[in-house]
């Protein structure tokens, strides 16, 4: 009797080639999206470095002094008005037109994780992200640059921040650039012990460099 060849698949077979990929797909989407996340947190100390290394160029050329600038997000809140310039800051640069000399080129500016929710967004006058809202996904310390403010006069230079993200765009942490010249991602609670480290003068910070 001759036999018979049976083609394709049975509907089992079907269903179980179809809960093995279901299983692989719910394993390994997560593992992409971390690793993809990871890359792009990396690009974003990257930035932060060189922005780093842009301040150390020009404290060079200005008596080891931080950069005059206004954080982007200020400047842009004052000429609209939100707020009021105060005495001893007249018509500051931003601090991207300050660096741009130093090799900091605008993109340098942009975290590539930095998408803001809805809420942020509604604040932020609809824009998508910080950079588009005002130009730069990072906050410079202009308080302690127009105070004096020395590169090689901190404290705790590995602990000073120069720049970090405007909100922890990666996974609860923030990023940011030190007087050090390195850069890293903290998570948010030991980024509000570094803000006290940096400028002692912070609210809640009292004698935060002792």
């Known amino acids: 009797m001759a036999k018979t060849c049976r083609s394709g698949f049975t509907l089992v077979e079907m269903l179980v080639v179809l809960a093995v990929l279901g299983i692989l797909c719910a394993v390994l989407i997560p593992v992409f999206a971390q690793a993809r996340a990871k890359s792009r947190q990396s690009v974003c100390i990257s930035n932060l470095k060189q922005l780093g290394a842009a301040v150390t160029m020009y ?3 200005y008596d080891d002094r931080l950069p005059y600038a206004e954080d ?4 842009l809140a004052v000429a609209k008005g939100a707020q009021a310039a105060p005495p001893s800051w007249p018509n500051l640069a931003d601090i991207r037109t300050v660096l ?4 900091a080129a605008p993109e340098l500016y942009r975290c590539p994780q930095d998408h803001v929710t809805s809420q ?3 604040v932020l006058g609809g824009k998508a992200s910080w950079y588009e809202y005002c130009g730069s996904s990072y906050y410079y310390e202009q308080d302690i640059a127009l105070e004096g403010q020395t590169l090689s006069g901190f404290a705790r230079p590995s602990e000073s921040m120069l720049f970090f993200d405007y909100q922890a765009f990666h996974s609860g942490m923030v990023s940011a650039s030190f007087a050090d ?3 890293k991602a903290h ?3 030991d980024w509000n012990h570094l803000v006290c480290i940096t400028d002692p003068d912070a609210g809640g ?3 935060a460099q002792n």
Not at 72 to 75: A, C, E, G, Q
Not at 100 to 103: A, E, I, R
């Open 59 to 61: 404290a060079a050329d």
């Open 72 to 75: 982007m997000s200020d400047k």
């Open 100 to 103: 741009l000399p130093y090799k």
């Open 120 to 122: 942020v967004s509604a």
């Open 181 to 183: 010249g390195h850069a």
């Open 187 to 189: 998570t948010y609670a």
């Open 205 to 207: 910070c009292e004698n």
